[in-house]
T-cell receptor, first 113, second 113 residues
Framework: AQSVTQLDSQVPVFEEAPVELRCNYS??????LFWYVQYPNQGLQLLLK??????LVKGINGFEAEFNKSQTSFHLRKPSVHISDTAEYFC???????????FGKGTRLSVIA | DAGVTQSPTHLIKTRGQHVTLRCSPI?????VSWYQQVLGQGPQFIFQ???????GRGNFPDRFSARQFPNYSSELNVNALLLGDSALYLC????????????FGSGTRLTVV
């Protein structure tokens, strides 16, 4: 069964600084990878997804992620964060096909003014 | 277009009671999945329905059940509530049965006292 490890439970960062949120998944032949964001008292919003093709995926709100098959990683990056990026971020994986999403425990990003 | 709609938004129940949570998918979406998110954790898969048939079930006890109606809306039922069932219950819909991109609702916050 798939599993996801988000290496940092909390990441504080100053406004306009770059940020990287790390995600590693257990190995599989082929996978789909996702990043979701959750604002307080809200559901999950899809930031970006990797299904196939280019390993560099661009998403909404200036976020991007890079799929690294050899390191089984899918780290999320943003070159310059804003206060409004403060939220919980979840990495998720599924095997190709009709299998459910498996989520990591989340990383709380706190942007400091 | 309306997104995924869940009702109620908040609910307080007593141990031993049962609860029914409702979800209306995005118009045209035929697949609905349910996830449980305990405070401080990532969402855990409970059920997936596609075209009114159960397509997957997570590691949850038989107290949890669900169904999908002809209009593709769905209900999640939980019997004999335990304190540990307190969580945010998320519904997600997608166009097909696959996981190319789920849209999540804002969730139902269930508190069991």
């Amino acid at each position: 069964a798939q599993s996801v490890t988000q290496l940092d439970s909390q990441v504080p960062v100053f406004e306009e600084a770059p940020v990287e949120l790390r995600c590693n998944y257990s190995s599989s032949v082929s996978v789909y990878l996702f990043w979701y964001v959750q604002y307080p008292n809200q559901g999950l919003q899809l930031l970006l997804k990797y299904l196939s093709g280019s390993t560099l995926v661009k998403g909404i709100n200036g976020f991007e992620a890079e799929f690294n098959k050899s390191q089984t990683s899918f780290h999320l990056r943003k070159p310059s964060v804003h206060i409004s990026d403060t939220a919980e971020y979840f990495c998720a994986v599924s095997d190709k096909g009709n299998t459910p999403l498996v989520f990591g425990k989340g990383t709380r990003l706190s942007v400091i003014a | 277009d309306a997104g995924v709609t869940q009702s109620p938004t908040h609910l307080i129940k007593t141990r031993g009671q049962h609860v029914t949570l409702r979800c209306s998918p995005i118009s045209g979406h035929k697949s609905v999945s349910w996830y449980q998110q305990v405070l401080g954790q990532g969402p855990q898969f409970i059920f997936q329905y596609y075209e009114k048939e159960e397509r997957g079930r997570g590691n949850f006890p038989d107290r949890f059940s669900a169904r999908q109606f002809p209009n593709y809306s769905s209900e999640l039922n939980v019997n004999a509530l335990l304190l540990g069932d307190s969580a945010l219950y998320l519904c997600a819909s997608s166009l097909l049965g696959g996981n190319y991109g789920y849209t999540f609702g804002s969730g139902t916050r269930l508190t069991v006292v």
